[in-house]
């Protein structure tokens, strides 16, 4: 899909980067973090006076240096940017489902990496009236802000795996950034593990809501929706079939119109049960693995008593809602922005291309031997990762996926939607169209969709 970058050059120079930002972005970003540097507290002036144009304010350039600095790890290998790399909207770089970290940056994770782009307009963790899940942060919601979000895999075992805030503390205090630590939030800061910990989180918090990388809004959509551009008669026909309810119906999740002065961010922040299919590349879905921190949650619950499985909404990351049974194997509507870049696909990463996601979204009822399979590769039961009890929580009353259903769209018109798609993607200047810069999968065909449908494209 793209280019793999070592480590090293993955985490690059935030500065450099910032100033390949157009001039128009760093503004729009200033005016930005003039709304949102004075929640950054910590009680020093330097920490909530507004950045001048183009710069990043104090906190959010100690957050950056937080980021990138591998030191903060158990396994002195492991940053922020190590798995959200910056190249590909701040997910990972690499071809696995799961990351791996841990003191030797050996163990799986759990979960495919988010990325965290446009990660920062995620609204707090509600339940409406209509019992309707929003919001929240992680791929489940259980982390209530940003901020909050950023201190977690500090203490994850198979991520940064620090056993307690004060080791964390102790590798701070090493730092050369130290001082910068101080002048932000005090000398106190530095003196109680808890402390230090809370002000690291709203540092990187700070960086992501102020930097434009993040949120940059440059994307050739974007420039179409401004009469910069025009888009191509597949790409325009693909739009028209995401908004389509009796075709792709894909806004009615991924909504595609702008809120109030915020470009569209082709998500609802809701939470829906698709009936994924279980991706056995992931070590914790094998059962009888060792890895210590992998509950076996699964046996309990019935058929088809797989050790484990990752049921979202409901656990076992998440614990507030166990008894929710009706939200079991629900995650998080993903924003779609620069999705041509963020593959794998899904909590679970079981797809590679956009071109899979797709094909399986338009034919998950009609074909399921082809997308349910058990680990040596021969069919499985639909909805393969869930147990069977709830099987009846997948969506099944929403178009594409109803089943008897027949398929909504024919291989061409699905081919069309992969490349409007990739239209989402950052990094278009109307007056160089061809440097813009998007993965090999999203020259979609006919043929190519053919071919993924058959199981065969790339073999």
């Given at each position: 899909m793209t280019t793999k970058m070592s480590r090293d050059t993955r985490r690059g120079d935030g500065g450099n980067r910032r100033r390949r930002i157009t001039l128009a972005a760093l503004v729009a970003a200033t005016a930005c973090a003039l709304t949102v540097v004075a929640c950054g507290g910590g009680g020093n002036t330097q920490a909530t006076q507004a950045p001048a144009a183009g710069q990043l304010s104090a906190m959010a350039q100690l957050g950056e240096k937080l980021f990138n600095d591998t030191a903060l790890s158990a396994s002195g290998k492991q940053s922020c940017a190590t798995c959200h790399v910056d190249s590909r909207a701040f997910a990972g770089d690499d071809p696995l489902a799961v990351p791996l970290g841990g003191p030797n940056m050996d163990l799986p994770g759990l979960r495919n990496t988010p990325a965290l782009a446009y990660n920062q307009f995620t609204p707090t963790f509600s339940i409406g009236a209509d019992g309707k899940a929003v919001g929240g942060f992680f791929r489940d919601g259980r982390s209530p802000s940003l901020a909050d979000q950023a201190e977690k895999p500090f203490f994850t075992p198979f991520e940064m795996a620090n056993a307690t805030p004060e080791e964390l503390l102790r590798r701070l205090l090493t730092r050369p950034y130290l001082d910068e630590f101080t002048a932000v939030f005090g000398k106190a800061s530095v003196q109680d593990a808890s402390a230090a910990l809370r002000n690291i989180g709203q540092a990187l918090a700070q960086y992501q809501k102020e930097d434009p990388v993040f949120h940059q809004f440059s994307s050739k959509y974007d420039a179409y929706l401004k009469g910069a551009t025009a888009l191509t008669p597949q790409e325009l026909n693909g739009l028209a079939l995401f908004n389509n309810p009796a075709k792709g119906n894909c806004t009615s999740c991924h909504v595609s119109t702008p809120t109030a002065t915020t470009p569209a961010l082709f998500t609802d922040f809701s939470y829906d049960n698709v009936g994924i299919p279980r991706n056995w590349k992931i070590p914790a879905n094998i059962d009888g693995n060792t890895l210590d921190y992998v509950p076996k949650n699964g046996t309990a619950l019935g058929e088809p008593n797989h050790d484990y499985y990752d049921l979202g909404l409901c656990g076992p990351l998440r614990d507030d809602l166990a008894r929710s049974t009706s939200r079991c194997g629900a995650f998080k509507v993903p924003t779609l922005r620069n999705i041509a870049l963020t593959g794998p696909y899904f909590h679970n990463g079981v797809f590679d291309t956009l071109q899979e996601v797709v094909a399986w979204y338009?034919?998950?009822?009609?074909?399921?031997?082809?997308?349910?399979?058990?680990?040596?590769?021969?069919?499985?039961?639909?909805?393969?990762?869930?147990?069977?009890?709830?099987?009846?929580?997948?969506?099944v009353s929403e178009v594409p996926y109803i089943p008897g259903l027949a398929p909504t769209l024919t291989n061409s018109e699905m081919a069309d939607l992969v490349r409007f798609l990739c239209t989402l993607t950052d990094g278009f200047d109307p007056a160089n169209p061809t440097a813009y810069r998007v993965p090999a999968q999203c020259n979609a065909t006919a043929d190519s969709i053919a071919a993924t449908r058959a199981g065969t494209a790339g073999k």
């Amino acid at each position: 899909m793209t280019t793999k970058m070592s480590r090293d050059t993955r985490r690059g120079d935030g500065g450099n980067r910032r100033r390949r930002i157009t001039l128009a972005a760093l503004v729009a970003a200033t005016a930005c973090a003039l709304t949102v540097v004075a929640c950054g507290g910590g009680g020093n002036t330097q920490a909530t006076q507004a950045p001048a144009a183009g710069q990043l304010s104090a906190m959010a350039q100690l957050g950056e240096k937080l980021f990138n600095d591998t030191a903060l790890s158990a396994s002195g290998k492991q940053s922020c940017a190590t798995c959200h790399v910056d190249s590909r909207a701040f997910a990972g770089d690499d071809p696995l489902a799961v990351p791996l970290g841990g003191p030797n940056m050996d163990l799986p994770g759990l979960r495919n990496t988010p990325a965290l782009a446009y990660n920062q307009f995620t609204p707090t963790f509600s339940i409406g009236a209509d019992g309707k899940a929003v919001g929240g942060f992680f791929r489940d919601g259980r982390s209530p802000s940003l901020a909050d979000q950023a201190e977690k895999p500090f203490f994850t075992p198979f991520e940064m795996a620090n056993a307690t805030p004060e080791e964390l503390l102790r590798r701070l205090l090493t730092r050369p950034y130290l001082d910068e630590f101080t002048a932000v939030f005090g000398k106190a800061s530095v003196q109680d593990a808890s402390a230090a910990l809370r002000n690291i989180g709203q540092a990187l918090a700070q960086y992501q809501k102020e930097d434009p990388v993040f949120h940059q809004f440059s994307s050739k959509y974007d420039a179409y929706l401004k009469g910069a551009t025009a888009l191509t008669p597949q790409e325009l026909n693909g739009l028209a079939l995401f908004n389509n309810p009796a075709k792709g119906n894909c806004t009615s999740c991924h909504v595609s119109t702008p809120t109030a002065t915020t470009p569209a961010l082709f998500t609802d922040f809701s939470y829906d049960n698709v009936g994924i299919p279980r991706n056995w590349k992931i070590p914790a879905n094998i059962d009888g693995n060792t890895l210590d921190y992998v509950p076996k949650n699964g046996t309990a619950l019935g058929e088809p008593n797989h050790d484990y499985y990752d049921l979202g909404l409901c656990g076992p990351l998440r614990d507030d809602l166990a008894r929710s049974t009706s939200r079991c194997g629900a995650f998080k509507v993903p924003t779609l922005r620069n999705i041509a870049l963020t593959g794998p696909y899904f909590h679970n990463g079981v797809f590679d291309t956009l071109q899979e996601v797709v094909a399986w979204y338009i034919t998950r009822d009609t074909d399921p031997a082809r997308w349910y399979t058990k680990a040596d590769g021969s069919p499985d039961v639909s909805y393969n990762d869930l147990p069977a009890a709830y099987g009846s929580n997948v969506n099944v009353s929403e178009v594409p996926y109803i089943p008897g259903l027949a398929p909504t769209l024919t291989n061409s018109e699905m081919a069309d939607l992969v490349r409007f798609l990739c239209t989402l993607t950052d990094g278009f200047d109307p007056a160089n169209p061809t440097a813009y810069r998007v993965p090999a999968q999203c020259n979609a065909t006919a043929d190519s969709i053919a071919a993924t449908r058959a199981g065969t494209a790339g073999k």
